[in-house]
């Protein structure tokens, strides 16, 4: 016959065993639940990343298509076509915008892409912020090139129509 502490012994161990139960179920849940976070951080992160790496090579874009606009411009002014010059020019400041909204788009992105690291803490997201991070230079960079270009188209049109 068991004494009366005994049984509040065993009382207390299937409590402690119910306890321990309890534990790990919730350690398991919460366990679930960040590995499908963490997969969800780390498809943004690499999704992010290709939206940076697309927006700088939208900027490079559009400052090849300011770069043909220029060289236009310059040969509707020798041909003296001021239409087509003021075209041209216009063209390369529209090119231009469209390569500063992809700088931004770019930065943006790489801003996403360090959230994700700060968050996941892993070296292929610290890896794709330092990409982003490129991407957003080169992307600053083509802009940059885009808005000096349309500025000479600019000026090849004012001194054309002077």
């Not at 390369?92 to 788009?105: C, E, K, N, R």
């Not at 940059?144 to 001194?159: E, G, P, Y």
Request: glycine fraction near 2%; aromatic fraction near 2%.
């Amino acid at each position: 016959m068991m004494t009366d502490s005994e049984k509040i012994i065993y009382a207390k161990l299937a409590e402690l065993e119910r306890e321990m139960h309890s534990l790990r179920e919730g350690y398991l849940l919460v366990n679930r639940r960040y590995a499908t976070t963490l997969g969800t951080m780390k498809d943004l992160t690499s999704k992010t990343l290709d939206a940076a790496n697309r927006a700088a090579e939208a900027a490079e874009k559009a400052a090849r298509a300011c770069e043909a606009a220029v060289a236009a411009a310059r040969t509707a002014a020798l041909a003296h076509v001021i239409d087509a010059t003021q075209a041209a020019a216009e063209c390369a400041g529209l090119a231009a915008m469209a390569a500063a909204d992809a700088a931004a788009a770019a930065s943006a992105a790489a801003a996403a892409v360090a959230s994700a690291v700060a968050v996941q803490a892993e070296a292929n997201s610290a890896q794709a912020s330092a990409e982003a991070a490129s991407a957003t230079s080169r992307a600053t960079s083509a802009a940059a090139t885009a808005v000096r270009m349309a500025n000479d188209a600019a000026d090849i049109a004012r001194k054309f129509k002077d």
